[in-house]
């Protein structure tokens, strides 16, 4: 009897990898919880530790209006800057002295020359003695009646005027005047606007932001005319300080989605924030995921179609890329091609990148899977086929898998930083060189080289690079699993990548919604991209205050 019942159980194989799929879950479950545990006691240790911030701080002292004083205080203050020039004149019809500060390359010489000089050093002479003068020289009289400039504005504080100094603005001074003017706008080099070069279409707008925010927050405006269009401003950067706006409609946007965005972005503590990269990892709900929790564009029309959605962008100085918070999984999959394109082939394209995600991710898993401990899932003539193919390769398959993997990876990387003329041919002779040199050589298969080129064409369909890198990090990973258990890793892989994306949230917002909450009547611009006419609705997960789309 016992010999009988032995026969029914599984072989010691087969226990070993349902205690390693049962085991391996748990163990990541605990060490998530640890480390999140860890960062947050010494994340409120340190804020225990932290002392009140610039208590120690001398008042800022104010501008007296004595122009040597005043002068010697600035030239302390700017210390060994080189690019900072002082260029002192005689307002002749008051006999008071002047300067202008400014830093070389950030202003337009002629404005100033032809609206600030000309006017203050001949003032009174071109029509001004046959008017009625004031007594002294004032600001409101500079403002009102003699510079023809539609930017000026007071400082009263030296502190206030060595930041916009450094900023770039240029500083106008006179000799009893106890507040200095900023005149004009910084006006340094920029690049003109072209089209995106991360995000091309082959139908649509074919301009992208560029590194100036004014320019980038005017395309916004360029959309159309739109009065609940509402820019907030903030100042990022504790030692370094930059501009930053977020753009919303104020009849559309969640008011409590719009005050957790704004209290993230006033919590940012940081010397310098270069790029908009550096505000998503510091306003993102789960830092410890390989998901991306806001998403990054240069496209002005795709920034204010999620707007209209009731979304937020954010736009720093100095970078082209903004950021659209909260972000779904699916969003990262939608281009607004798809949109510009009727909807019978902008659902033919949207399935189409569903599915190069998924085979970008699953390829080398489910190959390994296969040919390593499935082989009979295959059909007959095909496993024949292959065995065939892989007759002489020295390495298991993970290994073979790996070695080609990594080396198209670092074509791709190559192929990023050479440069344009030379990067696009390079990644493509090379993967064919090194693709056939190592069939020829015996390393790999022939059917292997097929799988890796249609992982690696399939994770080029992704119109976010970010989330293409994602994928790529991820596919290493399935890889590992295939390798341990075969098909049942395979499955544990895939389920707790779904685990995790049912768990994860941008901003409260669940990150693969409408699956999960599941709501179906989202489903219109899911999978399917459903005619423009029948889409009369906003998404249920954004709560925006209007639900009616108006034409």
Request: aromatic share 8%; hydrophobic share 45%.
């Amino acid at each position: 009897m016992w010999s009988k019942i032995i026969t029914y159980l599984p072989s010691w194989n087969t226990l070993f990898q349902a205690g390693l799929a049962l085991i391996i879950p748990l163990g990541i479950y605990y060490i998530n919880t640890s480390i999140y545990s860890f960062v947050g006691s010494k994340g409120a240790k340190s804020k225990h530790n932290e002392g009140p911030i610039d208590q120690q701080h001398e008042p800022s002292s104010k501008i007296t209006g004595n122009y040597d004083s005043d002068l010697q205080a600035i030239r302390e203050a700017i210390g060994e800057n080189s690019d900072v020039h002082f260029r002192e004149f005689m307002v002749k019809k008051f006999h008071a002295r002047s300067m202008l500060v400014f830093i070389d390359g950030m202003q337009d010489e002629k404005l100033m020359s032809e609206q600030v000089l000309e006017v203050l050093m001949f003032e009174g002479q071109q029509g001004q003695d046959q008017q009625e003068q004031p007594e002294g020289l004032s600001n409101s009289f500079i403002k009102e009646s003699l510079m023809p400039l539609t930017q000026i504005s007071e400082v009263t504080r030296m502190e206030e005027l060595y930041e916009f100094i450094l900023l770039g603005h240029t500083a106008l001074l006179i000799e009893g005047m106890k507040e200095a003017l900023l005149v004009g706008p910084p006006n340094g080099a920029i690049r003109s606007v072209n089209e995106p070069t991360s995000e091309a279409l082959l139908r649509g707008p074919r301009i992208g932001f560029t590194e100036v925010l004014s320019e980038n927050t005017s395309m916004l405006r360029r959309q159309g005319l739109n009065k609940s269009l509402e820019m907030k401003k903030f100042q990022v950067g504790s030692r370094i300080k930059k501009d930053l706006v977020i753009a919303y409609i104020k009849d559309i946007v969640n008011p409590d989605l719009l005050e957790e965005v704004s209290r993230r972005i006033s919590k940012i503590d940081m010397d310098f924030l270069p790029e908009s990269g550096y505000v998503e990892q510091l306003i993102e709900d789960n830092y410890l995921s390989p998901f991306q929790q806001a998403h990054n564009t240069e496209r002005p029309d795709r920034v204010i179609n999620a707007l209209l959605e009731g979304r937020i962008a954010i736009l720093l100085d100095g970078t082209p890329f903004a950021l659209i918070v909260p972000v779904t999984f699916s969003m990262l999959l939608q281009s607004p091609e798809d949109y510009y394109e009727r909807w019978i082939p902008g659902t033919l394209l949207r399935l189409l990148r569903f599915s190069g995600a998924f085979i970008a991710l699953m390829g080398p898993a489910l190959y390994i899977s296969f040919i390593s401990f499935h082989p009979g899932l295959i059909p007959t003539k095909l496993v024949i086929s292959i065995i065939g193919t892989r007759q002489g390769v020295p390495f298991p398959s993970v290994i073979e898998v790996m070695i080609l993997e990594i080396s198209i990876e670092i074509l791709r990387e190559a192929g990023i930083r050479l440069p344009k003329p030379i990067g696009p041919a390079m990644g493509i002779v090379g993967g064919l060189v090194i693709g056939d040199a190592a069939v020829n050589a015996g390393i790999v298969s022939p059917f292997l080289v097929i799988v890796v080129a249609v992982t690696a064409i399939s994770s080029f369909s992704i119109p976010t690079y970010s989330a293409g890198i994602t994928l790529r990090l991820l596919r290493f990973v399935g890889m590992f699993f295939a390798a341990m258990l075969g098909m049942f890793g395979t499955i544990l892989f895939f389920l707790l990548i779904c685990i995790h994306l049912t768990k994860l949230k941008s901003f409260g917002v669940p990150y693969v919604t409408p699956f999960s909450p599941m709501r179906p009547s989202d489903w219109k611009d899911l999978y399917i991209r459903a005619p423009i006419s029948l889409m009369k609705r906003r998404p249920v997960m954004m709560k925006t205050q209007q639900r009616k789309r108006r034409s």
